[in-house]
């Protein structure tokens, strides 16, 4: 089993950008899939982003897509979530989650970070 660590977490204005890292503990992080979500305040939980085992597949939230890029680096066990032209309703805390399973729902979860964009 991995365990999942957030960080790269800050306040920063509109239009600004913010680098999170999944950090993962184990040495069988390269046959998990990783997704990133958020939770704005008062709001569920929802998916940004998702990256296959092996990198080579990338999906994204009509919300995010074009200004956030989720990639990893296996070898240094951590996925990344590159967030630029950040809005102010992007605020909320973000987790990362894994699954070892092609679909259904994440077996590990991230104790998560928050990011608040300023107006």
């Known amino acids: 089993q991995v365990q999942l660590v957030e960080s790269g977490g800050g306040l920063v204005q509109a239009g600004g950008s913010l680098r999170l890292s999944c950090a993962a503990s184990?040495?069988?992080?390269?046959?998990?899939?990783v997704a990133w979500f958020r939770q704005a305040p008062g709001k569920e939980r929802e998916f940004v982003a998702h990256?296959?085992?092996?990198?080579?597949?990338?999906y994204y939230t009509d919300f995010v897509n074009g200004r956030f890029t989720i990639s990893r680096d296996n070898a240094k066990n951590t996925v990344y979530l590159q967030m630029n032209s950040l809005k102010p309703e992007d605020t909320g805390v973000y987790y990362c989650?894994?699954?070892?399973?092609?679909?259904?729902?994440?077996?590990?979860w991230g104790q998560g970070t928050q990011v608040t964009v300023s107006s």
């Open positions: 184990g040495r069988t992080f390269s046959n998990y899939r």
């Open positions: 990256i296959s085992a092996s990198g080579t597949n990338t």
């Open positions: 989650a894994a699954r070892t399973r092609p679909v259904g729902s994440y077996e590990r």
